[in-house]
């Protein structure tokens, strides 16, 4: 245990281009996180590590500033009225198993495959689950837009709502009457997904809407409290192993507590399908992002061959295209804010309209 | 306009659609007061003011007086016809009496924060004005500047203990690292520095987006009255009518 964490405590030193770097990358990832539950951490990791933060200490700098971010992001939901607690702890009992699952199969690829195998995995699953959700979530957000903006649950909730299996469980925020079984599947997902590209929210916020049938609004806000009983439990695990940079956290952390609070104001001002569409537009373009990364890995495994020169480029893109999809979603949800702020009617002064 | 000034202050009505506005404790809220106009002078309907208030003597009196001189100015600045009646005790009664005594009342229009879930079930169509008031209702430019103050004060004391929070951490990088890095209890270090920091830091951000004037659009309450005021309806359109045939071919000789 101690032994990884003299070998690996090369705490980076830190300049100004640094702190404004991860300051402004918290900023936006907290922003997209307090919006649709989820998000962000996918470029902190890779973000540190771009400026030399060994990739241990990144992964558990990043965890330790997720938990109290979702705290502070699902604190302000839950004034709001959008936080289902009860479903919250219920979907994070079956994620933590799933979390244990997902962390036991990366030890085995690692075991047989190596870093590049490992490597490969985290990337093909990227790319096969975000495509596939991403679409599903962009269509269905595409057909509320058309038919005038109110969400309906869908046909696979329905369904399994009118399943009477007990313990059945009536979860009062979140509207919803269904039973515990359903719930145990959604969970151990994001529990497993977390585990392998460490965003469980791109199962489990469209697993809530699809699955359990809760309106975007609440699944992305209940996403937080999962994010946070992971995130804290995972935390502590990687600080007894002594991997975290604590001045790392509290940049990132300075940045996304303002990101997640404005994120979570946000919500109130949009129509509650722009959610899926800001979700559905960052997972399609990080999917992307993940698919320039495979030829390396591929290349690593012997698969297939491409120039050093080749590979650069192609990271560098990956690299810059997930940062992209992360400023997109961003841009999205403040002209979302800015054109719902515009039109809210607000009586002017009579003294001037006279 | 002479004239309707000094129909204002007396009760004259007139046979005209009306808009009724209402005071809770007696106090009209600017936004309640804009709202009314904007729609009477849409409308062409007249207005009336009705102050509901439990006891007309203290301090409420002097504010919902204020407020209720302001509605009738600003009406008979708009060229509104504008009559005034005052009412006590429950809210609910109070305006459903007001309803039938005066005839024509087309609207009625509340502030959202009016504490009464039962004015929901009159017989008229309600318009719920949302207010940035706070619970009080106490909407003085005074109360609104100091409370102002009090954001921009709590955001810069949030935000310097922040901001020494995060010097003390660089400064002392070196011996935090070493303690954080020692792994096993000492795991609580950087857990509890985090929450501490999130607390002051999560505070810090909250009032500063407030001082910023960004703060959550509180639609909710606004959808709920439009969802209690739809299902009235639809009760109301259910409801059994008299139904009279009439034979065309019927002679009456």
């Known amino acids: ?354 | 306009m002479s004239n309707l000034s000094g129909t204002n202050h007396k009760n004259g009505l007139r046979n005209s659609r009306k808009i009724l506005v209402v005071g809770d404790k007696g106090f009209f809220a600017e936004s309640v007061i804009n709202h009314s106009i904007h729609l009477a002078e849409r409308l062409g309907y007249d207005l009336v003011a009705l102050s509901v208030d439990v006891q007309c003597e203290g301090r409420a009196f002097g504010n919902s007086a204020a407020s209720t001189r302001r509605l009738l100015e600003m009406a008979d600045r708009h060229g509104i016809y504008c009559s005034q009646m005052v009412r006590s005790g429950d809210i609910e009664f109070a305006v459903e009496d007001t309803i039938h005594e005066i005839k024509r009342v087309e609207i009625v229009v509340i502030e959202s924060e009016t504490n009464s879930e039962s004015i929901r079930n009159i017989s008229v169509p309600i318009v719920s004005v949302l207010s940035d008031t706070n619970k009080k209702g106490d909407t003085s430019m005074v109360a609104s500047k100091s409370s102002k103050a009090v954001v921009i004060g709590k955001t810069a004391g949030y935000g310097v203990v922040s901001a020494a929070f995060c010097a003390a951490a660089f400064t002392h990088a070196d011996t935090i690292a070493q303690i954080c890095s020692r792994g096993g209890w000492y795991a609580a270090v950087p857990i509890t520095t985090v929450l501490v920091f999130s607390f002051v830091h999560g505070a810090f951000a909250h009032n500063l987006w407030s001082a910023l004037g960004i703060e959550a659009f509180k639609r909710d309450q606004v959808r709920q009255t439009e969802h209690k005021v739809i299902e009235k309806r639809k009760l109301q359109r259910k409801r059994p009518r008299a139904y009279a045939p009439v034979n065309p071919f019927h002679r009456i000789d």
């Open chain 1, 1 to 354: 245990m101690h032994d990884i964490a003299n070998e690996a405590v090369k705490f980076i030193d830190l300049n100004v281009t640094y702190v404004i770097f991860l300051f402004v990358l918290g900023f936006i990832g907290g922003l997209v996180s307090g919006f649709i539950g989820s998000g962000g951490a996918f470029v902190l990791t890779p973000g540190m590590m771009s400026l030399g933060v060994p990739g241990t200490i990144a992964v558990a700098s990043n965890m330790c500033h997720k938990f109290p971010k979702a705290l502070v992001g699902a604190y302000k939901r839950f004034k709001y009225g959008q936080v289902d607690i009860k479903l919250g702890l219920i979907l994070a009992a079956s994620a933590g198993l799933g979390v244990q699952i997902g962390i036991k199969i990366q030890r085995f690829i690692l075991e047989k495959w190596g870093q590049a195998g490992s490597d490969l995995y985290v990337s093909v699953s990227f790319v096969i689950v975000l495509i596939v959700v991403g679409a599903y979530i962009l269509l269905d957000a595409m057909k509320i837009s058309k038919s005038g903006g109110s969400e309906r649950v869908s046909l696979i909730a329905r369904k399994l709502q009118s399943i009477n299996l007990p313990p059945m469980i009536t979860f009062k925020t979140a509207n919803v009457r269904i039973s515990f079984w359903f719930t145990v599947p959604v969970g151990f997902a994001t529990g497993m997904l977390a585990a392998t590209i460490a965003v469980g929210g791109f199962i489990g916020v469209p697993g809530m809407i699809y699955m359990l049938g809760v309106s975007g609004l609440v699944s992305s806000a209940t996403e937080l409290v999962i994010a946070f009983v992971m995130g804290l439990g995972g935390s502590i695990n990687w600080a007894m192993h002594g991997m975290v940079d604590i001045r790392l956290v509290l940049i990132i952390l300075a940045g996304s507590l303002l990101g997640v609070q404005l994120g979570a104001i946000g919500t109130t001002y949009v129509k509650e399908y722009m959610i899926k569409v800001v979700m559905a537009t960052i997972m399609l373009i990080v999917a992307v992002s993940r698919g320039l990364a495979i030829p390396r890995y591929l290349n690593q495994l012997g698969v297939m061959s491409i120039g050093q020169n080749s590979v650069k480029m192609l990271d560098a893109v990956s690299f810059v295209s997930m940062c992209l999809a992360l400023l997109i979603g961003a841009i999205i949800i403040l002209a979302a804010m800015y054109r719902a702020k515009k039109s809210a009617y607000t009586p002017k002064a009579l003294a001037e309209a006279r």
